[in-house]
């Protein structure tokens, strides 16, 4: 008879339905990161780098023997300030990555469902198996998030909807309103979690990072980043405001010192350095228009983003597709994102780069499409 017998240790099924996370490259093939310029567009981070105040903060960084605040009290409170918020609500974490799990491991197990959209965050996948429970996937309209495919998705076994506002990789955002609707139409133990890694940069009247439903309901978590326009990506630092329930799970569950001191510190810093917040949207909002009209004007369709990145559109095979189009501008030193694994094979994800970055773009996209 053939031994059958596992060989050592077997992981929970779901956890080898699991496909690794990829992040964004960092290198462009055929490019010597020495010798030649290379232009890194594919993780969303802040072209104008990080805050000079976190800078300094992080270089006065000392006693590296000592545990950190394993509270995150200086943080959490600076937060607070910031947007008027009730500091023992707020959970910091090891990027937002870290609060995503650590909500579903607080919330979900074997049998239960959880909600994200077809081209969601592919963190929420991780989490949501990584517990035991079962993903669900709906679809969107025009590659926004779609509140009555969400409703309809919904069955006695839903623990948890996870809605990226604005999403990534597309750059689509859902209304306000429309999101009090989805959350009007959840049960009272089914958890929203509004991902507003890119809120920061939004400029839109009908557009709120979720706040005020977090505030006033039991089943809301907002979650935040300082990655993206904090340009502290490389400390991982995130946090989320819920209600008191869902906090004190959370800091049952998260690890003792979960978010070491340069980290705090340079956070803390970061948040108040309102003049660096201010440049990196005035840059965005600038060039975030100037990348989609340039596109569009090469005969690209563009997703209508209100990130600090752009989802471009190729065709779906030829000499002009996404593949030939990302390995052409990686030749010429341009890094951007595939973002296949999102199901969006034919598409590239810009992030919105520095003016010489973003002008190297765009003269490598006229380049490869001959015009």
Request: hydrophobic share 40%; net charge negative.
């Amino acid at each position: 008879m053939t031994d059958t017998s596992p060989k050592g240790p077997v992981p929970r099924a779901s956890v080898l339905k699991i496909a690794p996370y990829i992040p964004g490259k960092s290198q462009a093939s055929g490019v010597d990161p020495k010798s030649g310029k290379v232009f890194k567009l594919s993780s969303n981070e802040n072209p104008l780098g990080t805050s000079p105040q976190a800078i300094a903060a992080l270089q006065a960084s000392t006693h590296l023997e000592d545990y950190p605040d394993g509270s995150s009290s200086r943080l959490r409170h600076a937060i607070a300030d910031a947007h008027g918020l009730n500091p023992d609500r707020i959970v910091c974490g090891s990027g937002s990555d870290e609060i995503l799990s650590l909500l579903s491991y607080a919330y979900l197990e074997d049998g239960d469902e959880a909600i994200y959209t077809e081209h969601g965050f592919l963190v929420y996948k991780i989490a949501i198996l990584a517990a035991g429970a079962e993903p669900i996937v709906v679809p969107e309209h025009h590659h926004t998030a779609n509140v009555d495919s969400i409703l309809a998705a919904i069955t006695e076994r839903t623990k948890m909807v996870f809605l990226a506002n604005p999403n990534n990789p597309t750059g689509t955002y859902v209304p306000f309103d429309e999101v009090k609707r989805l959350h009007s139409g959840l049960r009272p133990d089914i958890i929203l979690v509004l991902d507003g890694a890119y809120a920061e940069y939004v400029r839109r009247n009908d557009y709120e990072s979720g706040i005020e439903l977090v505030a006033n309901s039991a089943n809301v978590v907002m979650t935040r980043t300082f990655s993206k326009i904090y340009g502290l990506a490389n400390l991982r630092l995130g946090w989320c405001f819920g209600p008191e329930g869902v906090i004190d799970a959370i800091n049952r569950i998260r690890g003792p010192f979960n978010v070491n001191g340069a980290a705090l510190a340079a956070g803390e810093a970061a948040l108040a350095d309102s003049n660096h917040i201010a440049r990196s949207v005035d840059h965005n909002e600038t060039w975030l228009k100037q990348m989609s009209d340039g596109c569009q004007a090469l005969g690209l369709d563009v997703t209508p983003s209100v990130g600090n990145f752009i989802l471009v559109h190729f065709s779906s095979d030829g000499d002009h597709s996404a593949e030939r189009a990302d390995a052409f501008l990686q030749d010429r030193g341009v890094v951007v994102r595939r973002v296949t694994a999102y199901g969006l094979p034919d598409a590239l994800r810009i992030t919105i780069g520095t003016e010489e970055a973003n002008l190297a773009v765009l003269a490598a996209l006229k380049a490869f499409l001959g015009r």
